[in-house]
């Protein structure tokens, strides 16, 4: 376990976790994060949301550099606002899969996260949207989620709890895509072998950090990889029962401030007073053009 002086980069998910429930930081929160560019350690959020849903919230903690999105699919340059590595899901895999998991519990509603800076959200007949304040655009059938490269696909069940419809999910599956479990009424499939530790790595890679300097905050089951790969993970009082039970550490909920809460102890004032204008230091962007990758499974 690393010493609290060691940590020289923060993850930490959004919902449920950074952001209170109406999509807000607080300026509790702000003011930790503010602690943490003072001491000179990196902030990088590491979210199951496309880029494109993430942008307005890095603009809010004032970040130019990276941030993790996809469930690590996407490293996203938000001082440049590009992608500087992707990882697209095989549509015809994709599709597999859904018909695997639909023959075994029924009929399931999906939508899918296009790739690309600009990418949709999809959503076909009878998906409901898990959180409203998110955009999405309805389409007429399942056949129209395909028609660009997609980043992941979203899933919903009448009757199964998101438990068990991951659980059935996993099952089936298998090398066809990784199943995640990202929030409540939120069940995905992502390109296999894609998590948020193969996100986080990358992104540490290039700010010259490792797992052993590396604190995560998270709520949910997709938030397990990143505490597996980090020296520390620290999870919500309001956390998923499989995340708390590998956690290091449970702090109070997202609506009580918990990430500011474990911050503002690992990250003392360094004098009376710390200004809350000074801004939270994401990840610097990639030095040059020459680091980029982009990896893309086949259409």
């Known amino acids: 376990m690393a010493a609290p002086t060691a940590y020289s980069l923060i993850a930490t998910d ?15 929160s702000l003011a930790a994060l503010a602690r943490v560019a003072q001491a000179g350690a990196q902030h990088l959020v590491v979210t199951g949301r496309p880029a494109p849903r993430v942008r307005p919230l890095l603009e809010d903690l004032g970040c130019t550099g990276l941030a993790v999105c996809g469930q690590g699919a996407q490293v996203y340059d938000a001082g440049a606002d590009r992608l500087l590595w992707s ?10 899969a859904l018909g695997k998991i639909e023959a075994e519990v029924g009929e399931v509603y999906a939508a899918v996260d296009q790739d690309g ?4 959200t999809l959503i076909e007949p009878g ?19 395909w028609d660009r490269p997609i980043s992941k696909v979203l899933l919903r069940h009448s009757r199964l709890t ?9 099952s089936v599956v298998g090398s066809l895509a990784t199943v995640t479990m990202s929030g409540p009424g939120t069940v995905e499939l992502q390109p296999c072998g894609v998590t948020k530790a193969t996100g986080l790595a990358l992104a540490a890679e290039h700010l010259g950090l490792g797992p052993e300097r590396t604190l995560a905050f998270g709520d ?4 397990i990889p990143m505490f597996d790969w980090a020296a520390r993970g620290v999870a919500m009082a309001n ?32 004098g009376r007073h710390v200004p809350q204008h000074v801004p939270a230091q994401c990840g ?9 990758r982009t990896l893309l499974s086949s259409q």
């Open 14 to 28: 959004l919902d449920g976790t950074l952001l209170r429930g109406d999509d807000t930081l607080s300026d509790r």
């Open 87 to 96: 990882v697209t899901l095989d549509r015809e895999l994709a599709e597999t």
């Open 117 to 120: 800076v600009d990418g949709l």
């Open 127 to 145: 998906y409901l949207m898990p959180h409203p304040t998110l955009p999405a655009v309805r389409v007429e059938r399942r056949g129209d989620l």
């Open 162 to 170: 998101d438990d068990e419809l991951a659980a059935t999910a996993r």
């Open 220 to 223: 949910m089951p997709n938030d």
């Open 239 to 270: 956390a998923h029962p499989e995340l708390k039970a590998v956690a290091d550490e449970v702090t109070t909920t997202n609506e009580d401030d918990g990430v500011a809460v474990v911050l503002e102890r690992l990250f003392p004032e360094a």
């Open 284 to 292: 610097p962007g990639f030095a040059s053009s020459s680091a980029e």
